[in-house]
Each structure stands twice: as structure tokens, then as C-alpha cells.
């Protein structure tokens, strides 16, 4: 005999599996979505009410659950890693929780706190190195955006300033060597010439290491050197008119090392080194000729007569 007490309670388990249906169905739509940590969660409090889903829906839990043991255990490391300091090996382990579960908005929030670290780093290391860089601390300057680099191995813009800071302590060196070897000419020549000369290298070495600030001396030093190879050239003319040869040497060197192949007064320049090694040669100082054509080959590396001129010249002094 059916009892009202008997059919409220059959629509009340009814209503139940119904719950419970919907109940496993958002768990599938938030595991397939990819919100693995909410799927996780609504099955737990099912099964702490006694109710199972479907095998098929149960191993989507599985799977969900697993997801997100990998991901805890990818952030359980960035943490050690950001207590450690270590903020890139913390960005890479976050970076990876996030491509095993993208909706991980804990690891996600924790990722920006880190990336937002790095980047107060970051700009810190490149404020400072720029201040060194303006003090002409070059290598220290090169040190600190080193420092930036291991915290953005991916940032090709300081990979760019490490390059062009590397360059110019290249050229600095060269620089260097060039001016050590124009100081130990300009012992041979004019005080007053080589005073001024001594000063011009000391104020482009200073001027190169200072990065932009130095670079805004650059034009007036370049007027300075123009200046003095107009100098040293009318000196060397005027020695080799009074056949005093040994001192047109010592300024025409002192001159060739001091310009370059795009100044006006090159070409003249090259000539009279050519001239003037010619007599040299003829007086039988070789090795005063021989540095007098390197030099001038130098600004006009093409030029077939001193090319010539110099393999004679090896020749004359292999055999002495």
C-alpha cells in the first residue's frame, strides 16, 4: 500500500539525484574549462555528502586533481626560490604552474608580484649603470646590465646596451694602444704641439667613457684634432723646406697617426708622407721611411705606389 509518507520520500531521493546530476555536470564544465581547482572542490564536497559521480566524470577529477598537484608543486618552488631571491628561477617555475593550469589565478597573481620585483630590479640596475657609465666606471657600468641580463635573459633591448657597452671598452683599448704610441712620437716633436696633443688624447679618452654626456664633447674635440693636424702639418712643410727630414718626420708621423681617411686634408697629408718617405729612403734611413708609408697606407690602404714602396723597403732592411 503506497503511503504519502512513502511517495515524499521517493520525489525527495529523487530530487536529490537530480541535485547531484547537475552537481556532477558543472564539476565536468569547470574541469573541461580548465578550472581544475573549483572542479576539485565541488567533487569533494559531494563526497563528503556521500555522493559519487559517474566513472566518466570521476576520472576528469582525477585528471583535474592531477594538473593541479603539478602546478602546487611548480609553485611551491617559485616561493623557495623568491624567499631565496632567486626571482628568475621564481618567474620560470610560475611560468610553467601556468602552462599546466592557465586558470591558476593564485600562481598568476604571485607571477605579476614577482615580474613586479624584477622590473623595480631592473630599472635600479640600469639607473646606477647609467650613472657609472656617465662617471667613466665602463666596466662597472658593463657589470651591473650584466646583473639585469640574468634577471631578463629574454630582454634583447639590454642585451643591445651590454653590446654597446662592450664596444666601446673595445675601442676604448684600441684608443688607448693608438694614443701610447702617438705619446711616444710626440716626444720627438714641439712642446708646445705636443702639450696640446697630450691634452686632446686625455680629454677623447675621458669624453669616450662618459657615454652621452661625453658624447656632446665629441664636436669640439673633433675641431681641436682638426686644428692641431693643421698644425703639425704646416710644421712638418716647413721643416722639410729647411731639409731638417728627421723633424718633418716626427710631425708628418705624429700627424698621419692623429687623422683619419675622411678629413679634408688627408689626401695632401698622404702625398707629402709619400714625398718625404721618397727622400728618406734615398738618404738611406729605411726604417724612418718604412714607418712613414705605413702610416700614410693606412689612410689610403688602396694606394699601389705605397704598397710597392713598402715591399722594397722590407726587402732593403731583411737584408741588412
Same mark, same amino acid.
Given at each position: 500500500?503506497?503511503?504519502?509518507?512513502?511517495?515524499?520520500?521517493? /520525489?525527495?531521493?529523487?530530487?536529490?539525484?537530480?541535485?547531484?546530476?547537475?552537481?556532477?555536470?558543472?564539476?565536468?564544465?569547470?574541469?573541461?574549462?580548465?578550472?581544475?581547482?573549483?572542479?576539485?572542490?565541488?567533487?569533494?564536497?559531494?563526497?563528503?555528502?556521500?555522493?559519487?559521480?559517474?566513472?566518466?566524470?570521476?576520472?576528469?577529477?582525477?585528471?583535474?586533481?592531477?594538473?593541479?598537484?603539478?602546478?602546487?608543486?611548480?609553485?611551491?618552488?617559485?616561493?623557495?626560490?623568491?624567499?631565496?631571491?632567486?626571482?628568475?628561477?621564481?618567474?620560470?617555475?610560475?611560468?610553467?604552474?601556468?602552462?599546466?593550469?592557465?586558470?591558476?589565478?593564485?600562481?598568476?597573481?604571485?607571477?605579476?608580484?614577482?615580474?613586479?620585483?624584477?622590473?623595480?630590479?631592473?630599472?635600479?640596475?640600469?639607473?646606477?649603470?647609467?650613472?657609472?657609465?656617465?662617471?667613466?666606471?665602463?666596466?662597472?657600468?658593463?657589470?651591473?646590465?650584466?646583473?639585469?641580463?640574468?634577471?631578463?635573459?629574454?630582454?634583447?633591448?639590454?642585451?643591445?646596451?651590454?653590446?654597446?657597452?662592450?664596444?666601446?671598452?673595445?675601442?676604448?683599448?684600441?684608443?688607448?694602444?693608438?694614443?701610447?704610441?702617438?705619446?711616444?712620437?710626440?716626444?720627438?716633436?714641439?712642446?708646445?704641439?705636443?702639450?696640446?696633443?697630450?691634452?686632446?688624447?686625455?680629454?677623447?679618452?675621458?669624453?669616450?667613457?662618459?657615454?652621452?654626456?661625453?658624447?656632446?664633447?665629441?664636436?669640439?674635440?673633433?675641431?681641436?684634432?682638426?686644428?692641431?693636424?693643421?698644425?703639425?702639418?704646416?710644421?712638418?712643410?716647413?721643416?722639410?723646406?729647411?731639409?731638417?727630414?728627421?723633424?718633418?718626420?716626427?710631425?708628418?708621423?705624429?700627424?698621419?697617426?692623429?687623422?683619419?681617411?675622411?678629413?679634408?686634408?688627408?689626401?695632401?697629408?698622404?702625398?707629402?708622407?709619400?714625398?718625404?718617405?721618397?727622400?728618406?729612403?734615398?738618404?738611406?734611413?729605411?726604417?724612418?721611411?718604412?714607418? /712613414?708609408?705605413?702610416?700614410?697606407?693606412? /689612410?689610403?690602404?688602396?694606394?699601389?705606389?705605397?704598397?710597392?714602396?713598402?715591399?722594397?723597403?722590407?726587402?732593403?732592411?731583411?737584408?741588412?
Amino acid at each position: 500500500m503506497v503511503t504519502e509518507a512513502g511517495v515524499a520520500d521517493d /520525489l525527495s531521493k529523487s530530487k536529490i539525484e537530480d541535485e547531484t546530476l547537475a552537481q556532477c555536470t558543472k564539476i565536468l564544465q569547470l574541469s573541461q574549462a580548465g578550472e581544475h581547482q573549483s572542479a576539485v572542490e565541488l567533487a569533494d564536497k559531494l563526497n563528503k555528502k556521500g555522493y559519487k559521480c559517474p566513472a566518466e566524470i570521476a576520472k576528469r577529477v582525477d585528471c583535474s586533481k592531477a594538473k593541479l598537484n603539478q602546478a602546487n608543486a611548480y609553485v611551491l618552488e617559485a616561493l623557495k626560490r623568491k624567499k631565496e631571491g632567486k626571482l628568475p628561477e621564481a618567474q620560470a617555475n610560475l611560468r610553467k604552474a601556468l602552462e599546466i593550469y592557465p586558470k591558476y589565478y593564485w600562481a598568476r597573481n604571485l607571477l605579476k608580484k614577482v615580474e613586479r620585483s624584477i622590473n623595480v630590479q631592473l630599472n635600479g640596475l640600469r639607473e646606477e649603470s647609467r650613472n657609472l657609465e656617465a662617471n667613466g666606471d665602463l666596466d662597472g657600468a658593463l657589470s651591473l646590465i650584466q646583473d639585469a641580463i640574468a634577471l631578463s635573459p629574454a630582454d634583447n633591448e639590454l642585451k643591445a646596451e651590454a653590446a654597446r657597452l662592450q664596444g666601446t671598452m673595445n675601442r676604448l683599448q684600441q684608443t688607448e694602444k693608438k694614443q701610447t704610441y702617438i705619446k711616444e712620437i710626440t716626444t720627438h716633436i714641439d712642446p708646445p704641439l705636443s702639450d696640446e696633443i697630450q691634452k686632446l688624447l686625455e680629454d677623447e679618452a675621458a669624453a669616450q667613457c662618459r657615454g652621452e654626456d661625453g658624447a656632446k664633447q665629441l664636436p669640439a674635440l673633433r675641431e681641436r684634432r682638426q686644428e692641431i693636424i693643421r698644425k703639425g702639418f704646416k710644421t712638418a712643410r716647413e721643416a722639410e723646406q729647411k731639409d731638417n727630414l728627421e723633424r718633418a718626420a716626427d710631425h708628418t708621423m705624429c700627424v698621419l697617426e692623429l687623422s683619419t681617411a675622411e678629413e679634408l686634408l688627408t689626401s695632401d697629408i698622404v702625398e707629402f708622407a709619400r714625398l718625404l718617405g721618397l727622400k728618406l729612403f734615398s738618404a738611406g734611413n729605411f726604417s724612418t721611411a718604412r714607418a /712613414l708609408w705605413k702610416g700614410a697606407l693606412r /689612410l689610403s690602404p688602396d694606394n699601389i705606389r705605397l704598397q710597392k714602396y713598402l715591399a722594397e723597403v722590407e726587402e732593403r732592411l731583411d737584408n741588412l
